[in-house]
């Protein structure tokens, strides 16, 4: 079964607006990381955030982490045309090393 | 720096035959592995590889073989080619098994005639 699943799976903004994407698993992990998919392309790792931690920023990416719930949440801010794209979460557990699992994603599009 | 390639790109097989998708990468990551996905999914785990000569199986190993002789090649072998095999073929290396995030390769679409 599928450790991280995102939510929602479609999500269509106006270029400015801010974008959130949801990622729920169900055991404990030492961490989550969050990747980009353009059409037809590999996975481009964007962030990764520890269980320890509780918020991360790279640019105009925002990731937070809830272990007591079990998610996590990707906020892209000011979106563009450009981050048109899928987004997928994946969970890692050191004690399952080498067996990441991949959410279904969430598509993103963000209109001109 | 080239990171990780997959060849080839694109593939069309019969039925029963067999192929090697290649990936090679040149970050020297210990860690490798293949991925394949469907249309409108996730990624979903077929092998992968903590080092030279390790190799161990993951969600849906059945048809695929894989070997790792050197740190660089990390070679996937489809034994004998079904329809359900149609898919998006990723390879990914990693420090750290994948605790420090993948790089991917860009890909090898397959078509299972």
């Known amino acids: 079964s599928q450790q991280g699943e995102e939510d929602p799976q479609a999500l269509s903004i106006q270029e400015g607006e801010n974008a959130t994407m949801n990622c729920s698993y169900k055991t404990s992990i030492n961490n989550l990381q969050w990747y980009r998919q353009n059409s037809g392309r590999g996975l481009v790792h964007l962030i990764l955030i520890r269980s320890n931690e509780r918020e991360k920023h790279s640019g105009r990416l925002r990731v937070t982490l809830d272990t007591s719930k079990k998610s996590s949440s990707l906020l892209i801010t000011a979106s563009r045309a450009a981050d048109t794209a899928s987004y997928f979460c994946a969970t890692f557990v050191f004690t399952n090393a080498g067996k990441s699992t991949f959410g279904d994603g969430t598509t993103l599009t963000v209109k001109p | 720096n080239a990171g990780v390639t997959q060849t080839p790109k694109f593939q069309v097989l019969k039925t029963g035959q067999s192929m090697t998708l290649q990936c090679a990468q040149d970050?020297?990551?210990?860690?490798m592995s293949w991925y394949r996905q469907d249309p409108g999914m996730g990624l979903r785990l077929i092998h992968y590889s903590v080092g030279a000569g390790i190799t161990d199986q993951g969600e849906v190993p059945n048809g695929y073989n894989v070997s790792r002789s050197t740190t660089e090649d990390f070679p996937l072998r489809l034994l004998s080619a079904a329809p359900s095999q149609t898919s998006v073929y990723f390879c990914?290396?990693?420090?750290?098994?994948?605790?420090?995030?993948?790089?991917f390769g860009s890909g090898t679409r397959l078509t299972v005639v």
């Open positions: 970050m020297n990551h210990e860690y």
């Open positions: 990914a290396s990693s420090y750290l098994t994948g605790g420090g995030g993948y790089t």
